[in-house]
């Protein structure tokens, strides 16, 4: 059970490059969740999904993309990196609460991303 | 808007010492609280987690949180500090009926020998 595993680990980028981060999940969880962490920001969220085929903006989805096309993997892309965009991201999966609502949240390991 | 405050950037504290963490929050209804510990260049792993009922949550580690309604707070603690304790320390608030969390900026905690 390897839980939530993110790749790359480190990547470096030129400014408009593009790139795809993988995320994926083997808890049969039904929501997934992309955040960036920044020093003094704490973790903010990128796209999220509540399902297979659905995505949503979370508070800083400018310049990302997502796609959840089967329940165990989460995509994040970036269609033309800035150097805005470095940071370490963070994949992050959690089963539905029968009341609504996320239960826990389990996190990958992070992928460091910096972008030249 | 929901909004979560840990108000000491950086704690040092010695070993054996014992550990209080802040953690207020902005939310009308009952929140779902979480404390998170992230290790340097780890993820983010769940130390507990207060959804309803006892206030007072028991968590890995050692740690306990006791949720106060009337402060709006959430404070993590540890009789005793290990050096293996040194880390960074995240709150969250879980945000009845939607899909997210909002964290915290982090406290980050040093452990002196």
């Known amino acids: 059970n390897a839980g939530v595993t993110q790749t790359p680990k480190f990547r470096v980028l030129k400014t408009g490059q593009s790139m795809t981060l993988l995320c994926a999940q083997d808890m049969n969880h039904e929501y997934m969740y992309w955040y960036r962490q920044d020093p003094g920001m704490g973790l903010r969220l990128i796209h999220y999904s509540v399902g297979e085929g659905t995505t949503a903006k979370g508070e800083v989805p400018d310049g990302y993309n997502v796609s959840r096309l089967k329940k165990q993997n989460f995509l994040l892309g970036l269609e033309s990196a800035a150097p805005s965009q470095t940071s370490v991201y963070f994949c992050a999966s959690s089963r539905a609460l029968a009341p609504g609502g996320a239960d826990t949240q389990y996190f990958g390991p992070g992928t460091r991303l910096t972008v030249l | ?113």
């Open chain 2, 1 to 113: 808007a929901q909004s979560v405050t840990q108000p000491d950037i950086h704690i040092t504290v010695s070993e054996g010492a014992s550990l209080e963490l802040r953690c207020n929050y902005s939310y009308g209804a009952t929140p779902y609280l979480f404390w998170y510990v992230q290790s340097p260049g780890q993820g983010l792993q769940l130390l507990l987690k207060y959804f309803s009922g006892d206030t007072l949550v028991q968590g890995i580690k050692g740690f306990e949180a006791e949720f106060k309604r009337s402060q709006s707070s959430f404070n993590l603690r540890k009789p005793s500090v290990h050096w293996s304790d040194a880390a960074e320390y995240f709150c969250a608030v879980g945000v009845e009926g939607t899909y997210k969390y909002i964290f915290g900026t982090g406290t980050r905690l040093k452990v002196l020998a």
